[in-house]
Each structure stands twice: as C-alpha cells, then as structure tokens.
C-alpha cells in the first residue's frame, strides 16, 4: 500500500515538473504565450502542484518559480478559460488589453465577452479606455467638463504640490 502511494507520488511529482518547465517556456516564448501559460496554469492549481514541489501555498509557488504575482497567474488562467475557444481573435486583442477588459467580462454572458473581445482588438487607444471608462461607470475623457488641477514640483527636493485652477 505504501509503495503505491510513493509511486502515485512521485508520478505527481514528476507531472509538476513537467507543468513547471511548460509554464516557464510559455512565459518566454511566441504570440499566444499569455493562453498556453493560462491554460497550464490552470491545470498546476487543479493539481495542486505547489504542494507537490513543496510549496506551502501559491502565491510562494508563482513568485518562486516563475517571478509572477498570483494576481497575475489568475489572470492568465483567467484569459484562457473565457478567451481559450476565440484563440486568434485573442491573440490579435493581446495580454495587456484582455487583463483590462477581465473586469467586465468575468461574469458576463458570452456575448458581452465577445462583443469586449472585438472591442480589444479594434478599438483606438482612447476608445478604449473610454469604453472601459463607461463599462466600470465612471465619466468618458471625451464626456467629462474637465476641471483642471497644476501640479507644481520643486527643482530643488522634488515636493510635489497641486494647485486648483
């Protein structure tokens, strides 16, 4: 009984390995790497590969093992499990754009998700972030009546200070 429990393991042991050399290639390497991370990740947590490597808790076993948050690993895991079936239209939207749009879409039907998805991907940079703007609640940069604040900085310590205008 004991010789199988061993066996099963180190065969657990060995799975993580494997997970970890695969996760830490995906970080490195090509265009879909944030999908390929996410989806590998996924399956370390299912697995709890952490504890196979002698982790006491995940956060220790991301920042340890692959120098990210675990903030960032779910995310990762994240984007592949609402974006994983929409792969070239992900890949064209990007990392840095799907981790914007993670907020609004995580408990959204698939049709919001898609519709975020084209926006990621087409989307100017102010469109953008006005849409997100408004998705989150808050007033677009081309809606607001800006009131203006100067910041004034010291040349000689630095201080920064506003003033109202």
Known sequence: ????IMELNNELVNQA???REKIKTALKN?????LEAGRLISQAIANED??????????DYFHSEYNIG????HNLMDIWELFAKYKKDAVEAGYTRLTRILPVVRNADEETKIDWLE????LPAPDFEN????????IASD???????TLKICKICGLRVFEEN
């Open 30 to 34: 090509g265009t879909a790497w944030f």
């Open 143 to 149: 809606e607001c009546q800006h009131q203006w604040k």
């Open 70 to 73: 675990l903030s960032t690993a």
């Open 1 to 4: 009984m004991k010789a199988d």
């Open 50 to 59: 952490y504890r196979a490597l002698g982790y006491e808790n995940q956060k």
């Open 119 to 122: 926006k990621a991907k087409t």
């Open 131 to 138: 849409a997100l703007r408004e998705a989150k609640g808050k």
């Open 17 to 19: 390995y494997d997970r």
